[in-house]
């Protein structure tokens, strides 16, 4: 079992920004891929990106070449850097490590909001 908790949003006006973190001890012990998920107020959950235990990285369409998901196996923390911020980027975001091993836990999310 891997328990995340994510960190680092805020409120920022477009073309900003952030840089969330997920504390996830035991990610690499466990060999657990790391997801980011956002979901939007009243809407569902969306994948927003990934890395596997290799560190290859995937996106969704919408974020390619602004976000970037990297890790720190020393820190157990999974990133997302998030540059040239969109109002429509603005959600809750989630991270979720998965694998065989892993579980499937969630943390309490952390707010981004982007104004125009």
């Known amino acids: 079992q891997v328990q995340p908790v994510e960190s680092g949003g805020g409120s920022v006006q477009a073309g900003g920004s952030l840089r969330l973190s997920c504390t996830a001890p035991?990610?690499?012990?466990?060999?657990?891929?790391v997801t980011w998920y956002r979901q939007a107020a009243g809407k569902q959950r969306e994948w927003v990106a990934e890395i596997t235990t290799r560190g290859n990285t995937l996106y969704v369409d919408p974020v390619k070449g602004r976000f970037t998901i990297s890790k720190d196996t020393a820190k157990d923390t999974v990133y997302l850097q998030m540059n040239s911020l969109k109002p429509e980027d603005t959600a809750t975001y989630y991270c979720n490590p998965y694998g065989p091993n892993c579980g499937d836990n969630w943390g309490q999310g952390t707010e981004v909001t982007v104004s125009p």
């Open positions: 035991g990610f690499t012990s466990h060999s657990c891929a």
